[in-house]
């Protein structure tokens, strides 16, 4: 039972083009919704959340959209940069209690920008 | 300030044997989380320790066990390892258990044979 999916495994993007990937969840309870990007031989590191109060959140070149109707989120980066590629997870988690809940992660998008 | 560091960095067993993965949390860290990444799929849950208390557990068997200790390193403990337990095992570090403000270290690669 996946909660969380990225239907591309992989997006190739020209240098200084808009990069899109989706996420879409299954658990109407997630109200909090995070990327991570994910170098080879590294641990995934924190790139931009959102809390599903809000319908956007911008953070310099990374922009992420939610659209709760449609349990659907997507990560905008523009310009695309060739350090940009990685392996990009979506990932959502919900407040249980006074503390949230454990975070479940998407099986990830591979990004290739091209130069 | 250190990061979130990981050892071993690779790591063989035989099917059957016990396996012991350390992490050692970013400075002022008191929660880590582990979490099994298997080829081409996102990090899952393991567990959470939290003041060294388990504090949360994904759908993992008895045989994955942990321990957190006074200055918050960490062990993760497999026993009886299958073959399926071969993945990247992640440790993440935070303060506090509002686990999505975590730090990753780079993982161990174990390989089960």
Redesign the interface.
Known sequence: DQQ?KQNS?SLSVQEGRISILNCDYTNSMFD?F?W?KKYP??????LI?ISSIKDKNEDGRFTVFLNKSAKHLSLHIVPSQPGDSAVY?C?A?YLRGT??????????TSLSVIP | ETG?TQSPTHLIKTRGQQVTLRCSSQSGHNTV?W?QQAL??????IF?YYREEEN?R?NFPPRFSGLQFPNYSSELNVNALELDDSALY?C?SSY????????????TRLTVT
């Open positions: 969380v495994p909090y995070l991570y031989a590294e641990g995934p590191t924190f959340s997870f990932a988690s503390s949230y809940d454990k975070v479940i992660f998407g099986p990830g | 979130v989380s979490y081409g799929q996102g990090p899952q849950f959470q949360g994904g992640l993440a506090g258990t509002a686990s999505y403000e975590q730090y990753f270290g780079p993982g």
